[in-house]
């Protein structure tokens, strides 16, 4: 089936650690998107891509790195600069174009916590 | 820039009534679609319905529609008979399509509906 995997489900990070958490679509968008969202909080975003090997930083880009070498794939790294990375992390893709029902698809999302 | 704001941080309605969810976005595109999610407390994020700004009809899917104002730059969701099962966060989102734009997709702060038996 067509769809968006996020893995891992649960991840625990030492402090000062960097971790990767995976993304990867078949649903042949182009743009996707990472999410942060804190307990009882709304999505901020943190990366977007519109195509391969470009993407753009969105509104707490701060102490995360994004790659897109591959359609497919969106991988998030967060690094020992971000200083409360405690959260659940929401991966999602979406059609290009507009003046029509793109909806965003969404993977079931990664929970980070440091330890 | 875009701005999605959702002004009620929490909702409770009756079992099979409607119960309307505020939303009002803020963009200079003119061209933009608008959209809502619901996430229940598994966190999955459900896409419900969507607007285009320029469709003339108001949304519809099933018990969900949409009260779209584009003057007053609102697209309410509104959930007739509501069900146990509605219970869940509601996002408001919008997607900028004019070519040039930064084409983020930006989502408000959320809902919180409660369904009472």
């Known amino acids: ?115 | 820039a875009q701005k999605i704001t959702q002004t009620q941080p929490g909702m409770f309605v009756q079992e099979k009534e409607a119960v309307t969810l505020d939303c009002t976005y803020d963009t200079s595109d003119p061209s933009y679609g608008l959209f809502w999610y619901k996430q229940p407390s598994s966190g999955e994020m459900i896409f419900l319905i969507y607007q285009g700004s320029y469709d003339q009809q108001n949304a519809t899917e099933g018990r969900y529609s949409l009260n779209f104002q584009k003057a007053r730059k609102s697209a309410n969701l509104v959930i007739s008979a509501s069900q146990l099962g509605d219970s869940a966060m509601y996002f408001c989102a919008m997607r900028p399509f004019s070519s040039g734009s930064a084409r983020q997709l930006t989502f408000g702060s959320g809902t919180q509906l409660t369904v009472l038996p």
């Not at chain 1, 059609?95 to 993977?107: D, I, K």
């Open chain 1, 1 to 115: 089936d067509g769809g968006i995997t996020q893995s891992p489900k649960y991840l625990f990070r030492k402090e000062g650690q960097n971790v990767t958490l995976s993304c990867e679509q078949n649903l042949n968008h182009d743009a996707m998107y990472w999410y942060r969202q804190d307990p009882g909080q709304g999505l901020r975003l943190i990366y977007y891509s519109q195509i391969v090997n470009d993407f753009q930083k969105g509104d707490i880009a701060e102490g995360y790195s994004v790659s897109r070498e591959k359609k497919e794939s969106f991988p998030l790294t967060v690094t020992s600069a971000q200083k409360n990375p405690t959260a659940f992390y929401l991966c999602a893709s979406s059609p290009s174009g507009g003046n029509r029902n793109t909806e965003a698809f969404f993977g079931q999302g990664t929970r980070l916590t440091v330890v």
